[in-house]
């Protein structure tokens, strides 16, 4: 049972110079009471579409975050419009695929950070070449709970 308070009002922002829109949500739930504060400079725009907005914008600030720290998004020296583009392409392809195998593996979980995703899959791979070294069979222990805490060890968990 989710409620939602909302409380708006405009004010003149010292900093900006201009009058502001500012919202404040309280959302109470079974969990408990998270609070909300979102301000826009288009003060005719009601608090759905701010909130809409600012979702929007938030999302898209994420998946560029992604692009840019895993899928090596900032590191193309080519010059040309071309490659330039075959590089954005082949970076948030990987990005996509990445969140397309997180959606598989889990389709009722909130998505994943793409960090987190870096963070199982180095431990798996770490698991799997300690058992190699040693000489010791992994098949049976991947199906354990151990296993699983072992590759989620350091992620972030939803």
């Known amino acids: 049972m989710d409620d939602t308070d909302v409380y708006t009002t405009v004010v003149n922002c010292m900093n900006l110079k201009r009058d502001v829109c500012i919202a404040y949500l309280v959302n109470k739930t079974k969990a408990g009471v998270s609070f909300t504060l979102l301000l826009s400079t288009d003060t005719e725009l009601d608090t759905l579409s701010i909130g809409a907005i600012t979702k929007r914008d938030i999302k898209s600030s994420f998946l560029f975050l992604d692009a840019k720290q895993f899928t090596c998004l900032m590191d193309c020296q080519a010059r040309s419009k071309e490659a330039l583009h075959s590089h954005f392409n082949a970076s948030f392809t990987a990005l996509n695929l990445i969140k397309w195998h997180d959606r598989l593996l889990s389709p009722n979980r909130k998505a994943l950070s793409v960090g987190s995703w870096k963070t199982r899959f180095f431990n798996s791979s770490l698991i799997e070449h300690i058992f190699c070294d040693v000489g010791l ?13 072992l590759c989620n060890f350091g992620a972030v968990s939803c």
């Open 137 to 149: 069979d992994l098949s049976l222990i991947k199906f354990s709970s151990t296993y699983e805490e």
